[in-house]
């Protein structure tokens, strides 16, 4: 099932479906992860609780498929890669080639 996504320019990447959030920083490579059914205000983090390791793992790798056409390098296929930035240019230049 394709997930919902979105990224902050310079600031994290975001995939969603259902009830669950997951968040990615790629500046430091911080993760989140939120249960939207019971905390829809994403008030707790779940990424830290090895009760969730499994889901956190599950949805990386959603990020790591969502990210990997990306200009930008934010993965090599395998694991996400930190230190770099979004650039919204790079996305409407893809963009553009696509529809040309």
């Keep these: 099932?394709?997930?919902?996504?979105?990224?902050?320019?310079?600031?994290?990447?975001?995939?969603?479906?259902?009830?669950?959030?997951?968040?990615?920083?790629?500046?430091?490579?911080?993760?989140?992860?939120?249960?939207?059914?019971?905390?829809?205000?994403?008030?707790?983090?779940?990424?830290?609780?090895?009760?969730?390791?499994?889901?956190?793992?599950k949805w990386r790798k959603r990020m790591i498929n969502e990210l990997r056409e990306r200009p930008e390098g934010f993965t090599d296929g395998i694991k996400l890669l930190t230190g770099r930035q979004y650039d919204p240019a790079m996305h409407f230049i893809e963009e553009y080639k696509t529809t040309q």
């Design 1 to 57: 099932m394709p997930a919902n996504r979105y990224w902050v320019p310079g600031k994290n990447c975001g995939i969603f479906f259902g009830r669950i959030k997951y968040i990615w920083r790629p500046l430091d490579g911080t993760e989140q992860l939120f249960d939207l059914e019971v905390d829809p205000g994403e008030i707790h983090d779940l990424s830290p609780d090895p009760d969730w390791g499994k889901t956190l793992a």
